[in-house]
């Protein structure tokens, strides 16, 4: 009865928020992520791919909900104003770090801690993030890009169409990328090919990496007795999971100590240039520091390999679903490729440039407008991070907004109203149904369209209802990283080749092609699951 009771009242917490129900999951938990194809059912809260249906149904920004187990009140927003206060207020709405633990195997790091320690391990990785080092960035994606499109060029002649998984080879190019401008591991594209681990490894530095990843959640959910068992007692297939398990985040805890030692090696002999690893050598430096204030400036071994394993995991992972969406939709939409295609034309008029310098990044980044808002609307539709989790710390007041559904897709009558959030709530940044809300993208705002990312004299795209990579202070540390090297490696891909559908799906209906092509499943970040796309080199 008092279960009971304690629910009710807390499904009323949050004033005139229309009330959807409980939640018998924890929406920002890994059983949340793998339950998500079952459950919740569409229609109830927390269904992952509601977008913005349940706000539509209630006529609000904000729905409360409640935690069944313990009747902590949850308030779900799509609210771009809501949401601001919510990413800015640092000392009110602070990060539900409990749910990162997948990323702490290695120890504390930058993403999954709080206040002071955040600002520590952030303050140490900040200034590796410039524009001298998306400078480089750009250089070595132009450096990757080509020797990815050599390897595509052996595998079929000038005039045929060849069918590459996308995710697959855009994984291993933005892997090369951050392990190469962030951690000065220069691998080439054929040498990182090669499955054969270097000297002293079980496995090479990409299987350790992709493996680890695949494994992730195994390795979190694993209890500790339960490895202990498999050590000891043959188990049947899980024996083998496990012991893959294990080997995959051990190699990789060696391929970065060969990084360490490396970079260690540079800041004792004072050999390094400006743009070589900086953000490694930040976050070696902090580790071999003297200094006795733990609090400045200063990581233990196990937050530096577990930052290493952060920056890894999420410099990569986001950028390489996102840009294989990006392909995919330009399969899908040939208007808009050849849009990409006339940009860099007036670019590179002369062909795809085979190796950049220090100043290509100032030269040709901002003549790449249209190919930057493809990639930020391909951000909206598909944001890698789809919901994030706040913690309410004081009482206070947000303001979300009411509005009535109409079947033109425009809601009218919007008018404000305030919520009041006591401290214990939680809050749900829900990013996928903030980036469907008609109240700032439109009535068309499921359709793609990178247009709505140009402004003009008389339209300025609405940054507070795009959250992507995330707001405020723990906002995305490598948006731009992630930008310079997303433009780049589009750019060149258009420039050269002509991306179109697979053959399976030519002449399916559109509708098709785009469920086919566009299907996705949660993870770690939102993972495409299909992507598979034909190009052929343009002439010229
Ligand atoms: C398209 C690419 C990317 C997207 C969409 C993206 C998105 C995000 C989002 C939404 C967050 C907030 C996560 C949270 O609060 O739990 C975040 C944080 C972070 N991102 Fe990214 N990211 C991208 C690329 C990158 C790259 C390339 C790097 C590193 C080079 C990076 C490093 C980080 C780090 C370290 C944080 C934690 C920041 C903090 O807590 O202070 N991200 N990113």
Not at 490 to 499: F, G, Q, S, T
Request: hydrophobic residues 45%; charged residues 20%; aromatic residues 10%.
């Amino acid at each position: 009865v008092q279960k009971y009771l304690s629910v009710r009242s807390a499904s009323h917490a949050f004033g005139g928020c229309p009330d959807a129900g409980v939640l018998w999951l924890h929406p920002f938990r890994t059983v949340a992520l793998l339950s998500a194809p079952w459950f919740p059912l569409k229609d109830q809260i927390g269904y992952y791919f509601g977008k913005f249906a349940l706000y539509e149904k209630y006529g609000s920004t904000g729905i409360a909900s409640v935690s069944v187990w313990d009747a902590t009140p949850t308030l779900w927003l799509a609210d771009a104003q809501a949401i601001k206060i919510v990413a800015t207020e640092a000392t009110v709405f602070q990060k539900d770090v409990e749910a990162y633990e997948a990323l702490n195997i290695y120890g504390p790091n930058m993403v999954g801690t709080e206040g002071t320690d955040w600002r520590r391990h952030r303050r140490v990785a900040n200034p590796a993030f410039n524009e001298a080092s998306n400078a480089f960035v750009w250089i070595e994606t132009v450096r990757v890009v080509n020797e990815w499109f050599a390897d595509m060029d052996t595998r079929t002649d000038a005039d045929s169409f060849l069918t590459i998984d996308a995710v697959e080879d855009l994984v291993q190019l933005t892997l090369l990328v951050i392990a190469s401008a962030g951690f000065g591991r220069r691998a080439s594209w054929q040498e990182d090919s090669a499955a054969t681990p270097p000297p002293g490894h079980k496995l090479a530095f990409r299987t350790a990496v992709s493996t680890a990843l695949a494994y992730l959640f195994i390795k979190v959910l694993t209890p500790a007795w339960l490895n202990a068992l498999g050590a000891r007692v043959p188990l049947p297939y899980l024996g083998r999971i496990l012991t893959e398990t294990g080997e995959s985040f051990d190699s990789l805890r060696g391929h970065m100590v060969d990084l360490v030692s490396l970079a260690r090696a540079w800041v004792v002999g004072g050999k390094v240039s400006n743009m070589d690893a900086g953000l490694l050598r930040n976050l070696v430096e902090a580790n071999m520091t003297q200094a006795d204030d733990v609090h400045h400036k200063k990581l233990t071994d196990e937050e530096l390999l577990s930052n290493i394993f952060t920056f890894l995991l999420a410099g990569h992972e986001t950028s390489a679903h996102s840009l294989s969406f990006a392909v995919a939709l330009l399969a899908l939409y040939p208007d808009a490729q050849q849009k990409i295609y006339e940009e860099t034309l007036r670019v590179w008029p002369d062909g795809c440039p085979e190796a950049a310098s220090p100043s290509s990044y100032k030269e040709c980044m901002p003549k790449l407008q249209y190919t930057l808002a493809t990639f930020y609307e391909t951000i909206r539709l598909f944001t890698p991070v789809a919901r994030l989790c706040k913690l309410v710390h004081a009482d206070a007041t947000l303001t979300a907004h009411r509005f009535t559904p109409s079947a033109t897709g425009t809601p009218t009558d919007v008018a404000p109203f305030a919520v009041p959030v006591k401290a214990g709530s939680m809050i749900i940044i829900d990013i996928l149904a903030l980036h469907m809300n008609p109240m700032y993208w439109g009535a068309d705002a499921v359709e793609f369209k990178p247009a709505r990312f140009v402004d003009t004299e008389a339209y300025r795209w609405p940054r507070d209802a795009f959250f992507g990579f995330s707001g405020g202070p723990r906002s995305c540390i490598g948006q731009r990283f992630a930008l310079t090297e997303s433009v780049c490696a589009l750019a060149n891909l258009v420039r050269r080749y002509e991306i179109r559908v697979p053959g399976h799906l030519a002449g399916k209906p559109f509708a098709e092609q785009k469920r086919s092509l566009l299907r996705w499943k949660p993870g770690v970040t939102i993972t495409p699951t299909n992507c598979e796309v034909q190009l052929r080199r343009r002439a010229g």
